[in-house]
Every structure is written in C-alpha cells, then in structure tokens.
Nanobody, 116 residues
C-alpha cells in the first residue's frame, strides 16, 4: 500500500508562487501515475496535473504554462511548482497515486489560498 503526505500549501498574493510536495511511502512497484488534483469551495475535485512512470506530464488547460509537475524518484516525492498564481487557483490540493489493480490513493490535502 502507498501513503501520500502533501506539504507546501499556504497563503500567497496573486502573481506569486508556491511549490507543493507529495512524499510517498510504502510499496511503489504498481504505481502507474501520480498527480495533483484540487477542489475549490462548492466545486467538484478537478485534475491539475499528472505524471506517468515514464515521466510524461499532463496538465489542465487552466494551469498549463504556469504550473509544472516533476518528481524525484530517489526521494519518492512528486512536486507541483505553481507560478503566476491567480485567485481562482484557490482550493485544497490533493496528491493522488493510481495503482495497478488497486485504484487511486489520495493524500490528506493541503490548502492553497491566493489573495487578489
């Protein structure tokens, strides 16, 4: 089983930057994809960015060009570098891992608040 712990959220002004980290522990052999999702108040959880075992990244249109997902396999950590933040980026950001034969595992979430 895989456990995920996010960190790096906080309060930032519009135009600022934050970097989120997701530290994974447990068994990794069956991880297919890891990614970041977010949920704004009153809205459904949505995909932000994902990265495959091969390192291929995918982004939501709303963040492409501003956010970058990366990973450090030695540290079993996935990062989300968020630049040029906007108030509409506010929400709880969740790390997730898609595991073969298991499904999706979620972290506990970290709050990101962007003030205008």
């Amino acid at each position: 089983q895989v456990q995920l712990v996010e960190s790096g959220g906080g309060l930032v002004q519009a135009g600022g930057s934050l970097r989120l980290s997701c530290a994974a522990s447990g068994s990794f052999f069956n991880i297919i994809t890891m990614g970041w999702y977010r949920q704004a108040p009153g809205k459904q959880r949505e995909l932000v960015a994902t990265i495959t075992r091969a390192g291929s990244a995918n982004y939501a249109d709303s963040v492409r060009g501003r956010f970058t997902i990366s990973r450090d396999t030695a540290k079993n950590t996935v990062y989300l570098q968020m630049n040029t933040l906007k108030p509409e980026d506010t929400g709880v950001y969740y790390c997730a891992a898609d595991l073969l034969l298991v499904g999706r595992v979620w972290g506990q979430g970290t709050q990101v608040t962007v003030s205008s």
